[in-house]
């Protein structure tokens, strides 16, 4: 199974880890070789040390690049201690700023188009496997760290964590309304605001309920440049800037033609 991509500072750490260049010339080695490599080889691909050599590559190993073990060359079996070789992880490592996660919105409409009912549509199914990701995520985190009875105002300190770690930019308004700076979703969800924000909604309504948070609700309440979904106290509306309004129609509802009388001839005509 392919390792997760990392997250957070771990991606930051990993791109800088490449920044000098003796390093990155021995990372594309590396990659390029197709078999794990030993140290000697690697230090004689770009002319230094194989002191200096096993430093770096010690350095591309703790940042997840690379991973090690001791191997015999082209494995060979012969007398006395193998040599330390080196080959690629299958850690997919992306950068964006801000956070996006277009990855995990592809995933959850392939789930949707895979599990897809006979009583539903597509944007439909998509709601509801946006909603069960949320759930599983809630849950876990609340596997994690037991946080037990999870009112308005520690639910929402939780909640923070958590899309923190998501890249969604969380902002304590007030004890008990956050708001979501970044969109991780854009600029898809621009082009098909319908069925992004209401899955959005659908998964963030699931982190609060899989964290079983009380008195708190996920509401659509656009706002340019920021995620379309406010947390706010059961019951009560979010603020929405002048001259937004939420998302046109919602993807847990199909379009409907509407209805018209039919023609009815006039008085005295056949």
Known sequence: MNQSPPVGDAVIDSVSVLG???RRRMFAYVRRAGRPVTRDEVAASVGISRKLAAFHLD?????????????????TRRVGRRPKVYEPTDAQITLSIPDR?????????????????????????????AGRHGRETGEAE???????????????TVCER???????????????RLRLRNCPFHPLAARAPGLVCGMNRAYLAGVLEGLRVTGIQAVLAPSPGE????????????DRPQGTEPPGPQATEPDR????EPDRPEPGES
């Not at 033609?257 to 018209?260: S, Y």
């Open 257 to 260: 033609p509407e209805a018209t």
């Open 101 to 129: 996660r277009h990855e995990l919105l592809a995933g959850l409409l392939l789930d949707a188009v895979l599990t897809e009912e006979a009583d539903e549509n597509a944007a439909q199914a998509a709601v509801r496997v």
């Open 20 to 22: 000098e260049e003796s």
């Open 59 to 75: 350095k591309l190993v703790d940042a997840g690049l690379l991973r090690s073990h001791y191997e015999a060359p082209g494995g």
């Open 227 to 238: 995620c379309c979904v406010r947390f706010t106290p059961d019951g009560t509306e979010p």
């Open 162 to 176: 958590v899309l923190d770690e998501q890249g969604y930019e969380p902002v304590r308004e007030s004890p008990t």
């Open 142 to 156: 609340r596997a994690r760290s037991r946080p037990g009875r999870l009112g308005p105002e520690r639910g929402l």
